[in-house]
């Protein structure tokens, strides 16, 4: 029986996220960035990167190009920060937002991924969602 995804770990230092089985073996590990646009959001609060923690019970979608809205391409991950700050693709201001590697544009505060790889650990996500498994979400320096 293949393994299933236990956790994903987001390390700033290194502008990486991991998926992780429970037993600690890499499942895979993509690039991922935290820069966001400087400024407030809707509420008046500063705009930042998702916060350090745990984030429990992580859920995944994954869409067809032009199913959601440019700023998210074409997978979205849940992390349930209270702010919505969780992670997607896209990035409007791009040639293709809806490109497996579309390039890197800043976020509102939500970490940012490539399509094609947070495709892959959206994949592994709902996988593990639909055996009854929770998944977290770790971030850290």
């Known amino acids: 029986m293949a393994q299933m995804i ?4 987001y390390s700033r230092s290194t502008q990486e996220i991991t998926a992780v089985d429970d037993g600690g073996e890499i499942l895979g590990s993509w690039e991922c960035r935290d820069d966001f646009v400087e400024g407030y959001n809707d509420e008046g609060l500063p705009r930042e990167s998702l916060p350090n923690g745990i984030y429990d019970e992580i859920d ?12 998210y391409g074409t997978f979205y991950i849940t992390t349930g920060d209270y702010r919505g700050r969780d992670i997607h693709g896209g990035g409007s201001g791009l040639s293709d937002p809806y490109a497996p590697y579309q390039g890197w544009v800043p976020t509102w505060g939500c ?6 790889d ?12 639909g055996a009854g498994l929770t998944v977290n979400l770790i971030v850290g320096d």
């Open 118 to 129: 947070g495709e892959e650990l959206s994949d592994l996500i709902i996988e593990a969602n």
């Open 6 to 9: 236990k956790q994903v770990i």
């Open 111 to 116: 970490l940012r991924m490539q399509n094609a």
């Open 60 to 71: 995944a979608e994954v869409y067809y190009p032009g199913e959601q809205p440019q700023m």
